[in-house]
């Protein structure tokens, strides 16, 4: 189970890498990165296959952004999110938030092998602050049944 001390910590982080941004205006990735932007973060998309997000730069991996990152946020497909956090392990990143429907069992042993601090098969939408719409009513819901991370 998730620890609320290490979703904090994760929320903390001024500059986050999307590992696993989309080239489609309307994927979910998106929807998260122009979300994480309103609310004051700093984000980088990072997809080896594509050179731009829109009319923003993308980064083929997490050793191409200009500046030292304090997160990950993965929304890369179960495959290949294990790659994705040995990299980001490799890059220095001291925080990782593997997106629900991205983790894999692979990527989260990587994670507990090397006490990184990572939450993982939650939704980031459901707690970055200010949180809104049906995410709010999801964790409003997560509360009542004592599902959010303690």
């Known amino acids: ?25 309307w994927a979910f990735s998106n929807v998260v990165l122009r979300e994480l932007r309103e609310r004051g973060y700093r984000v980088f998309p ?10 923003e730069k ?39 938030w593997i997106q629900r429907g991205a983790e894999s069992k692979a990527a989260l042993d990587f994670c507990r092998e090397n006490s990184s601090k990572v939450v993982s098969g939650e939704c980031i939408m459901m707690f970055a602050e200010p949180v809104k719409s049906f995410h ?13 991370p303690r």
């Open 58 to 96: 993308c980064y083929p991996n997490l050793d191409a952004i200009p500046e030292k990152v304090g997160g990950a946020l993965f929304l890369t497909p179960p495959k290949a999110t294990e790659g994705a956090v040995r990299e980001a392990v490799g890059s220095g990143v001291g925080h990782f």
């Open 136 to 148: 709010a009513f999801h964790r409003w819901v997560w509360k009542i049944l004592g599902k959010l």
């Open 1 to 25: 189970m998730n620890r609320k001390e290490d979703v904090d910590a994760f929320l903390k982080q001024n500059t986050i890498a999307l590992v696993g941004a989309s080239r489609d205006k």
């Open 46 to 55: 990072v997809n080896p296959n594509a050179e731009k997000i829109g009319e």
